[in-house]
């Protein structure tokens, strides 16, 4: 079993992390799964969440929207803390989901 701190050591991202706290939806082979979006930018985010995932697997994010509608963001696993969540460096975005990502951003930084 790895077990890691995902805070210690170097900063692997070369963008800058927002602060976010948004309950989403995961899917993987394994199922869909609750999880909690702490964290996003361009590159990816982090889904703290107790179910079991690899790194490089593939999986699904969905987020739900304001206006009712959820957005789908796919991904890899960059790396994943047992018990705790993982990492997902997403897929080539399209323009509204780069769109989406900055609104969900800009309403977590007017708190």
Known sequence: ???RDRRS????????RY????????Q???GKF???MSDVN????FVLSSGDV?????VN???PMADGLIAEFDGLVANHVFEIGFGIKFGKLSPTQRDLLFKIVREFEKN
């Open 1 to 3: 079993m790895d077990i």
């Open 9 to 16: 050591g170097q900063e692997r991202r070369g963008t800058k």
């Open 19 to 26: 602060q976010v706290e948004l309950d989403v939806e995961w």
């Open 28 to 30: 993987s082979a394994r």
């Open 34 to 36: 609750p999880g909690s």
């Open 42 to 45: 361009l590159d990816g985010c």
């Open 54 to 58: 690899t790194d490089g697997e593939l």
């Open 61 to 63: 994010v969905y987020v």
